[in-house]
């Protein structure tokens, strides 16, 4: 006999895996959104410093984390929420806000664990098509809000798309939600947004008990590795019910110490975003130069549709053309597997890699 596993489990969709992890050493990994650049040298010296205590628990209260990030932001430590990495708060309101009956609105295509809130809990999941811009269409997600709704999650920059839409429009959307619905503003790139200031989102919290903003270290300050995001929030409401559905240590030693490292090196931050605005603006040449325009970005990543040859489908040509990128050694991240085929979602990477990128795509056209 098998082992019989809940219904959950036939719900809940595999996380698609990056072909990357059993390849040789001078592939160009653009698949994933990760910083091209290492860890800052002082944040790698304060993970190894905190290894020799490694037989205690973490601080189960992020302390450090949480004042830090209190101070940077203004936003009371009660007020944020830590966790291993910000899938894992994300995963956590979906436990803590959801249940059979109850209603999840969100834009697709968006960042592809939304779908694991409604798979995991049972509820009903309403995905609101994007613009024509590729851009979230907030007055249909208004639409869709019923009395069964309790969160609302708006991705900005989304992913895959690389689009950001304007603050005004998202405080004319948080107003207008009733103040019972949860709202995640998902802001895992909003450090590469020029539009606006990362930290301007943040007023609305003021006004806003049931805003949620999701951050994470792992962009811009390059810590995927080590797991850790945090939420800002409007009430400490949020942080004490994604805390009662978690394992009490849910942001390891090191990612504690490397992110309260990481958030004393500010500047170091703002020249990554700015090499990121370089890459963006050469990528964007290169692929005008084949004919190729992306959407409008505001994250780490170009989206962009593929041109097809002659008597071939879109999602045929994004085969042809990952396939042969993944043999010249360049993994990116298929529109297929993202809601869009024909589509590419491409990482910035460092100047060689994104030349190499280039140089490939012109040979596969
Ligand atoms: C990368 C990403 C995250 C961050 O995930 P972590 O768990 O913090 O690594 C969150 N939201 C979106 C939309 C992302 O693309």
Same mark, same amino acid.
């Given at each position: ?86 899938? &894992? ?47 979230? &269409? ?60 990362? &930290? ?35 009430? &400490? ?129």
């Amino acid at each position: 006999m098998a082992i019989e596993f809940s219904a959950a489990v036939s719900r809940i969709p595999v996380y698609p895996a990056a072909a990357a992890y059993a390849l040789p050493e001078d592939v160009a990994l653009l698949a994933s959104n990760e910083s091209p650049e290492p860890p800052l040298e002082p944040v790698v010296a304060a993970v190894q410093a905190i290894l020799t205590g490694v037989n205690r628990y973490p601080d189960p209260t992020n302390a450090k984390l949480r004042g830090a990030l209190s101070d940077r932001y203004e936003v009371p430590a009660s007020r944020i929420a830590i966790g291993n990495g910000s899938c &894992d708060i994300l995963l956590a309101a979906g436990e803590a806000l959801l249940e059979p009956g109850a209603e999840l609105v969100y834009a697709w295509p968006s960042f592809s664990v939304y779908p694991h809130l409604a798979a995991a809990t049972g509820a009903t999941q309403v995905q609101v098509a994007l613009n024509e811009a590729q851009e979230h &269409d907030l007055d249909a997600m208004l639409k869709e809000i019923t009395a069964a709704t309790r969160l609302a999650i708006v991705c900005n920059p989304n992913n895959p798309t690389s689009t950001a839409i304007p603050l005004a429009d998202i405080t004319r959307f948080v107003e207008q939600v009733p103040k019972q619905v949860c709202v995640i503003l998902d802001e895992a790139y909003c450090e590469y947004n020029t539009l606006e200031d990362p &930290d301007a989102s943040i007023d609305l919290l003021k006004k806003h008990p049931n805003l949620v903003l999701l951050r994470t270290f792992s962009k811009v300050y390059g810590l995927c590795g080590l797991r850790v995001g945090y939420a800002l929030c409007g009430s &400490d409401a949020f942080v004490t019910a994604v805390n009662q559905v978690r394992q009490p240590f849910f942001c390891n030693a090191a990612a504690q110490a490397a992110a309260v490292e990481s958030l004393k090196h500010g500047d170091a931050v703002q020249a990554r975003v700015e090499r990121a605005i370089v890459a963006r603006l050469e990528l964007e040449d290169g692929l005008g130069e084949l004919g190729i325009s992306a959407a409008a970005s505001q994250a780490n990543f170009a989206w962009f549709d593929l041109p097809a040859r002659e008597g071939e489908e879109p999602g045929e040509a994004e085969k042809r053309i990952v396939a042969g990128l993944t043999e010249k050694g360049v993994l990116v991240r298929s529109g297929a597997a993202l809601g869009r085929p024909g589509a590419l979602r491409v990482t910035y990477g460092t100047p060689e890699q994104n030349a190499r990128f280039l140089g490939v795509l012109r040979e596969l056209l």
